[in-house]
């Protein structure tokens, strides 16, 4: 750390800033605590939900209405669900989504009728950072996370990480408890507002000792206009699609998944035809969802009546399922003083191996933001930190300030052979490389809709030698933005190295993990894939409903 | 990717700066620069807070497409983000007005017919 360290001192430091992070901070505010929101890019635009257009799980409090949303969910779970926190979140949310009608505008319906569940992105995201401060909390914004901070008692007690903008280099917070809401890991495919999400949070909490569960469940992707992040599913809802030689593709068996479309496009672009949206919708899009009707303009589309190439882009554990995994009722984690928050969580306990779609991970995000906000808020009160106790960061992967030149150098070399046999490489084209393994293993559509033990094991020997690059590897400069760089290249490598171990270990199909190497489908006894580790990945099966 | 600040409309308010989730504007001692457009993720949402509508975002995620088009290809569509957003200035009016309730409606249109 340089001496150009701003430090501060709060109850609760919420690392992460969008949905998820920020019903945290207000929570938290309600609870009657200090909290500070360390955001990566800016509370208010950054994050999957400030560019969608998040519907939530809403239902009324009847009990029958209740039980049958929560039954049809728990079908779907296959073994993995937990119809207590499906209850749970799904109260939550009804009792607190109306909060933000003191800043969301909200448009009554046709009958006159406010639906407090469905908000519109940008506006909602506004809403909430305006909501967040005017109950005090502190928002640290261009503010990436890099380390947690650990106190000598075992708990996690802060974080430090860069200043993007501002008077200073990083930024130090000491805190009483921490909770993660950095979101789920994309591996930078494009996902309309998923840049920024990189799985930082895993590998902090990972190196801070905590587990990860349901990893394997991250082959999700999503239909958008070829080259483009425009993965708003819902004007595809009406789509038809044919492969190059001007076939129709066959609707998938299940809903969202888009395999046929991915084994099609190995053979050239595959169209897409919108012709069979009816009028009103085409009308009413505007209205709906601006940044469709705008992406359309354009690129000189009139989707309707034009036929346009589509590609898919992955979603990894947005769409997809896996995260820390949540240890009791608090959303606690393995670590004490730590606390997770929306698409950084493992959403098993309400989704099982399908996806959560928008509605039910919005409802999670809200819900879990709020429990764990609690719970943060009274561990911080039980557990003041001392204004004098040392704290130690608790991992350094892709941070590494060594100068040990002839080691990084034969990791680097090492890498570099397995990827290209080519020669010795400076860090930077080393970083390169490991974006190129990253897409071709995390973000091609066939290799995860078609997973089996040989492209896992390969998979797996590429991604570790790509973690053995970088967690050496120092950034060619100190400055901020490179040190982020690559500790957000370190996540993701290590966030790849538990979604392809968590498939290995899950040898049957389940859900969207799809083994083609296995005949059968779910297993007698449903059991959770646990994961972690940094440097040693491991996994251990551990049947549902059985505890540690 | 982010494709043009116009710099005669921009004020200079560098609210661009301060709201991009990717950080890709500097401020400078004049108008803001486009400082890393590699980083742009194509959110349009620098759009939606630059009142003085001088941004223009290209769908497509990487630059090929965009590096083709010419200022007046780009003046007609600066801020029609902003206004069918029915932000700001335009959040009084009707044919604006953010009608995202209606999204559950159309799936179950698609779904059910």
């Known amino acids: ?548 | 990717m982010i494709t043009s600040l116009d710099t005669e409309r921009c004020t200079a308010c560098n609210q661009c700066v301060a709201t991009c989730p990717r950080d890709v504007f500097e401020k400078t001692e004049h108008i803001p620069t486009i400082a890393r457009p590699q980083d742009c993720q194509t959110c349009f949402l620098c759009e939606l807070y630059c009142t003085a509508d001088a941004l223009f975002v290209h769908p497509e995620a990487e630059p090929a497409m965009a590096a083709r088009l010419t200022p007046s290809d780009i003046t007609p569509l600066l801020g029609e983000y902003r206004r069918e957003s029915g932000w700001d200035e335009w959040s009084e009016n009707p044919r604006y007005a953010n009608q995202h309730w209606r999204m559950e409606d159309v799936f179950r249109l698609a779904r059910d017919g």
């Open chain 1, 1 to 548: 750390m340089t001496d150009r360290v701003r430090t501060y001192d709060t109850d609760v430091l919420i690392i992460g800033g969008g949905l998820a992070g920020c019903w945290t901070a207000i929570s938290a505010r309600r609870a009657g605590v200090r909290a500070i929101v360390a955001e990566k890019g800016y509370c208010g635009t950054s994050g999957v939900a400030a560019s969608a257009g998040p519907g939530h799980w809403f239902v009324p409090p009847e009990a029958r209405l209740r039980e049958e949303a929560i039954a049809r969910r728990m079908a779907g779970a296959q073994g993995l669900g937990d119809a207590r926190w499906m209850e749970r979140i799904i109260d939550r949310t009804y009792r607190t989504l109306p909060d933000i009608g003191t800043h969301y505008h909200y448009t009554p319906d046709d009958s006159g009728a406010v639906r407090r569940h469905a908000l519109r992105g940008p506006e909602y995201l506004r809403a909430l950072r305006e909501k967040a401060l005017a109950a005090g909390a502190v928002l640290l914004d261009h503010s990436p996370a890099l380390q947690l901070l650990g106190h000598r008692d075992g708990r996690v007690s802060g974080a430090q990480g860069v200043s993007r903008q501002g008077d200073g280099d990083e930024w130090l917070v000491r805190a009483g408890a921490v909770v993660l809401a950095t979101g789920g890991c994309a591996f930078r495919s494009h996902l309309l507002g998923g840049s920024n999400n990189t799985g930082d949070g895993l590998l902090m909490a990972v190196e801070a000792g905590a587990a990860l569960s349901g990893m394997e469940f991250s082959s999700f992707f999503t239909v958008a206009p070829a080259n483009t992040p425009l993965s708003r599913a819902m004007i595809f809802s009406f789509a038809r699609y044919y492969d190059t030689q001007g076939r129709e593709i066959a609707k998938p068996a299940a809903p969202n998944d888009h395999s046929a479309i991915a084994v099609a496009l190995q053979g050239g672009p595959v169209l897409c035809d919108l012709s069979a949206t009816p009028e009103i919708v085409r009308r009413q899009l505007p209205q709906i969802s601006p940044n469709v009707t705008l992406t359309f303009r354009r690129l000189g589309i009139d989707p309707f009546t034009q036929r346009f190439p589509i590609s898919l882009l992955g979603e990894g554990t947005i769409r997809g399922v896996g995260g820390v995994r949540v240890t009791g009722e608090d959303a606690g984690t393995d670590v004490p003083g730590l606390y997770v928050a929306g698409d950084v969580a493992s959403r098993e306990p309400v989704t099982g191996p399908v996806t959560g779609g928008g509605a039910v991970n919005a409802a999670w995000a809200l819900a879990s933001g709020c429990i764990a906000a609690e719970a943060a808020a009274r561990s911080a009160l039980e557990n003041p930190l001392d204004q004098r106790s040392i704290l130690e960061p608790l991992g350094d992967a892709g941070l590494s300030t060594r100068r040990d030149r002839t080691n990084s150098s034969t990791t680097r070399s090492a890498f570099a052979n397995t990827l290209s046999k080519g020669p010795t490489r400076p860090d930077a084209s080393a970083s390169s490389e490991v974006e190129i393994v990253l897409r071709e293993e995390m973000l091609s559509p066939t290799r995860q809709y078609f997973r089996n033990a040989d492209t896992l094991a390969a998979a797996s020997a590429r991604l570790s030698a790509a973690w053995g690059a970088l967690r050496d590897a120092t950034p060619p400069s100190a400055g901020p933005r490179e040190r982020q760089r690559f500790r957000e290249l370190a996540a993701m490598t290590a966030t790849a190295r538990w979604c392809t171990a968590s498939a290995a270990a899950r040898t049957e199909s389940l859900g969207m993990h799809r083994r083609t190497d296995s005949s059968t489908n779910g297993s007698d006894v449903p059991a959770y894939v646990i994961s972690g580790g940094a440097d040693t990945v491991w996994t251990r099966r551990q049947a549902a409903g059985t505890v540690s």
